[in-house]
């Protein structure tokens, strides 16, 4: 078995703290990553205080994982000692329903397995990417191009993949209009992504303070949510929206800006049922819609158009003892625009 240092949950209401457990040895198809860098997801919070429901104790959160290859199994084929690689928000699936075999295990029918917090085929709790080493079937591990600075590859394995893929799935295109709600973790990558494709991007946002950082990541107008009058003037203006707010808040007025044949896309996940009315899609033929992060071949697909388009996260790096501190400081938006653990401080 191989000793594993990490930062653990151990119930709800506690700071995380060290904790050492021990990882399985890497069979025939698996790689073991030695990790450098794991991105602290809003989800991360949502877990590890039992938020969502069903957390089980201890808990290893993360899954923006980057690292490099420490040791491969005697059928891996892919993956050579001392590559970049990474692991994002999956680990397993069944890989034989209609949603695997077309490459969407994230909505495997049979369950997907998730990088930490989750069952695993063989019967344990995974444990996620808040330590030194992870041990991955190859099928499930990614190639980070080494034109990325591996800190700022971290997020893209969740925040980045969650945000192309329904760029993608919808088939946003050069020269259309798009918005963009919220600038946090996905926001920040929504705007980054979406000006890369060649849309005119304009963010959404509660705050004014954003204005400047979203001209910055590439968007061309600005809209403040609480300006009615400019929410008005922007009826029927954008082709696709994608909405990344996980707070309540009013999908009405985000409709009313939808154009005609238009799509309104969830990523962000309230906490509560949101009011929709009927007629505000009916009359304009629009889509509203969700989007769970991506596949494993999707995410492949984002980190190499990222590096082709020199696009990295927006991180503030941090030693694995500052993720508490880092907690209280995300649920107050007080980073830009995600935070990534040193694994190295681990190690000391």
């Known amino acids: 078995m191989i000793e594993t240092r990490a930062y653990a949950a ?16 890497p069979g025939s198809r698996d790689v073991e990553i030695e990790i450098l860098f794991c991105g602290i997801c809003h989800s991360d919070v949502h877990q590890a205080r039992n938020e969502w429901h069903g957390s089980v104790y201890p808990m290893v959160p993360g899954h923006e994982i980057v690292g490099k290859v420490a040791r491969v199994g005697s059928a891996v084929k892919g993956f050579r000692v001392g590559e970049r690689v990474g692991v994002g928000c999956l680990v397993n699936s069944c890989g034989t329903c209609a949603a695997c075999t077309r490459g969407d295990e994230q909505y495997c029918l049979n369950g997907p ?3 930490y917090n989750s069952p695993d085929r063989d019967g344990t709790r995974t444990q996620g990417g808040y330590s030194t080493r992870v041990v991955v079937d190859e099928k499930f591990v990614l190639r980070v191009p080494e034109s990325i600075a591996p800190e700022a590859a971290a997020p893209l394995l969740c925040a980045g993949v969650t945000t ?3 760029l993608r ?40 303070k954003k204005r400047a950082d979203a ?12 300006d009615a009058s400019a929410i008005a003037a922007a009826r029927d203006r954008f082709d696709f929206i994608l909405d990344t707010v ?5 999908l009405s007025a ?21 009011p929709v009315a009927a007629f505000s899609l009916i009359n304009k033929r629009l889509t509203l819609a969700g989007s769970l992060i991506g596949g494993i071949r999707e995410t492949q697909e984002m980190l190499d158009f990222c590096a082709a388009h020199k696009l990295g996260a927006d991180v503030e ?13 995300m649920l107050r938006s007080d980073v830009k625009y995600r935070f990534v653990i040193d694994a190295s401080s681990l190690r000391n």
């Open 113 to 115: 397995v998730f990088t």
């Open 317 to 329: 790096v941090i030693a694995a003892s500052q993720v508490n501190e880092a907690y209280e400081r």
């Open 215 to 226: 001209k910055r990541l590439g968007a061309t107008d600005f809209l403040l949510s609480s």
């Open 10 to 25: 151990f119930d709800a209401t506690s700071p995380l703290r060290p904790y050492s457990f021990t990882r399985r040895e």
């Open 246 to 250: 996980s707070a309540p808040h009013d």
């Open 169 to 208: 799935r919808w088939k946003v295109a050069k020269g259309q209009r798009v918005a963009v709600v919220g600038l946090g973790g996905l926001g920040h990558m929504g705007v980054k992504l979406a000006a890369a494709i060649g849309a005119e991007v304009t963010l959404i946002s509660t705050s004014e």
């Open 254 to 274: 985000l409709l009313s800006m939808t154009a005609l044949d238009g799509a309104l896309v969830l990523v962000g996940a309230p906490p509560v049922p949101v």
């Open 164 to 166: 192309f893929s329904p």
